[in-house]
């Protein structure tokens, strides 16, 4: 049974998480942990407004605190988050990575170390390579990785650098974890990486779930190098 969610975004980002963190319910079992890049400034307001919308508590991570289910953490402005491996939070100061503290990476390779195959990482919107690495852990690590399509995202560079990572874990054989192949209304498509998760469509406000793991076939690596290429 998975244990925890971690969520990577920058730009964009505030759009995806109010959209998306309102659909988990009450009762959601695992605890989320999320990475917005927003420099300096405090997400106070931003913290009061979630827990105005969403049924999950949303609260900013804390030195030591024990990470529980059914919890929004978000990370402080200006603190890198880590995971450590009694399962609870600690903060750093230390260099930023990507030009970010908080950094992406720092929190998902450091939840992968802790939770291992019972991790989900997810990378939305955002206007740097952050998370890329992390989430490319996460998969070495045995856990279920979510990427957003880079074509419908407001920033396409995290979710495309996400994208490429995870591509070159399939390249060298390994499994390419959570893979849904889904289509585009101009007859296209695209990959996602998913495990069951509730989506809102923007347009239509229904919301729809994703589910897969397994390796592609031949046919269909084929067809996703073909796609890969578009996106650089």
Request: proline residues 5%.
């Amino acid at each position: 049974m998975y244990k925890a969610l971690v969520i990577g975004t920058s730009f964009g980002g505030l759009e995806a998480l109010k959209a998306t963190l309102p659909l988990f319910p009450k009762d959601f079992p695992l605890a989320i942990i999320a990475v917005l890049h927003i420099g300096d400034n405090p997400n106070d307001s931003f913290i009061r407004y979630l827990n105005e919308i969403c049924e999950l508590k949303v609260k900013e991570a804390e030195e030591k605190e024990k990470i529980t289910a059914g919890t929004i953490y978000f990370a402080p402005p200006n603190y890198h988050l880590l995971v450590e491996s009694d399962e609870t939070f600690a903060l750093s100061t230390d260099s930023k990575v990507h030009h970010s503290r908080p950094s992406i990476d720092v929190l998902f390779e450091t939840a992968a170390w802790c939770y291992k195959n019972k991790l989900i990482g997810l990378v939305l919107s955002g206007l740097n390579e952050d998370g890329a690495f992390g989430l490319h852990q996460i998969n070495e690590m045995g856990g279920i990785c979510i990427v957003e399509d880079p074509e419908n995202a407001i920033a396409r560079i995290m979710p495309s650098a996400a994208f490429k990572s995870l591509w070159e874990t399939v390249q060298k054989g390994k499994i390419w974890t959570g893979y849904v192949q889904n289509a585009t209304k101009d007859g296209g498509f695209y990959w996602v990486y998913a495990t069951v998760y509730p989506m809102k469509d923007p347009v239509t406000n229904k919301t729809s779930y994703m589910s897969c793991r397994r390796k592609p076939s031949t046919a269909e690596i084929e067809d996703a190098k073909a796609l890969y290429k578009t996106l650089n």
